[in-house]
């Protein structure tokens, strides 16, 4: 089963996670590589710099910024091979975005495998 891990954070939380939070994030990928969790993301550029699209009655609108008035905002993804639902849990639950921000984890139905 493939799942989401959406990296969520007010724009303070990165600035309070300190620096080292790159490099743990790499230990913890490396971490459930091993344990067999297969797994691909990346961190975002931030939502100022996002750019929001909506077609309607045929006319492309793009609009700055981020797509929805919120205070936490979307900051990276991690997608996550597991078999079940219990091993995504717990790979997530040791992620160190976790400690900083918010992590929302879905599962992606039908979705084809990483690899």
Not at 31 to 40: F, L, P
Request: glycine share 10%; proline share 7%; with cysteine.
């Amino acid at each position: 089963m493939r799942y989401l891990l959406l990296l969520r954070g007010d724009e303070t939380a990165a600035a309070n996670a300190g620096p080292e939070m790159a490099q743990r994030c790499h230990q913890w990928a490396a971490e459930v590589a091993e344990r067999g969790v297969e797994q691909v993301g990346t961190g975002l550029r931030p939502p100022a710099e996002a750019k929001t699209l909506r077609v309607r009655d045929g006319e492309v609108l793009l609009t700055d910024g981020p797509f929805a008035e919120t205070k936490e905002q979307v900051g990276g993804f991690v997608v996550l091979e597991c078999p079940d639902r219990r091993t995504a849990v717990e790979a997530a639950s040791r992620h160190p975005w976790a400690e900083a921000g918010t992590l929302e984890l879905r599962e992606i139905p039908g979705a084809p495998t990483v690899s």
